[in-house]
Nanobody, 121 residues
Framework: QVQLVESGGGLVQTGGSLSLSCVAS????????MGWYRQAPGKQRELVAV???????NYRDSVNGRFTISRENAKNTVYLQMNSLKPEDTAVYYC???????????????WGQGTQVTVSS
């Protein structure tokens, strides 16, 4: 079993910055990609940014240049630095990890509990 625990988030004014972090805990697994998704009220969950174990990154267009995803593989931790925040960034942000369980070499998708990010105008 893998658990993802997020921290960070909160309330910030337009143009401000926030940082999120997510730690994966458990045993007997290897993490492939880690990423951040968000879901605003009444909308579908959407990908924000993803980073592979090799460090390749991908961002949704609306956050490219403002958000930075990074990762510490040794700590099973992923970060999201969010700068120049806009009201439209307001959402619950979820950490995601695509994991291989070593005992059966099967892939699984895990989610954190979510953390609220609110950007006031």
């Amino acid at each position: 079993q893998v658990q993802l625990v997020e921290s960070g988030g909160g309330l910030v004014q337009t143009g401000g910055s926030l940082s999120l972090s997510c730690v994966a805990s458990g045993s007997g697994f290897s993490i492939n990609s880690m990423g951040w998704y968000r879901q605003a009220p009444g909308k579908q969950r959407e990908l924000v940014a993803v980073i592979t174990s090799g460090g390749s990154t991908n961002y949704r267009d609306s956050v490219n240049g403002r958000f930075t995803i990074s990762r510490e593989n040794a700590k099973n931790t992923v970060y999201l630095q969010m700068n120049s925040l806009k009201p439209e960034d307001t959402a619950v942000y979820y950490c995601n990890a695509k994991v291989v369980v070593l005992s059966n070499v099967s892939g699984y998708n895990y989610w954190g509990q979510g953390t609220q990010v609110t950007v006031s105008s």
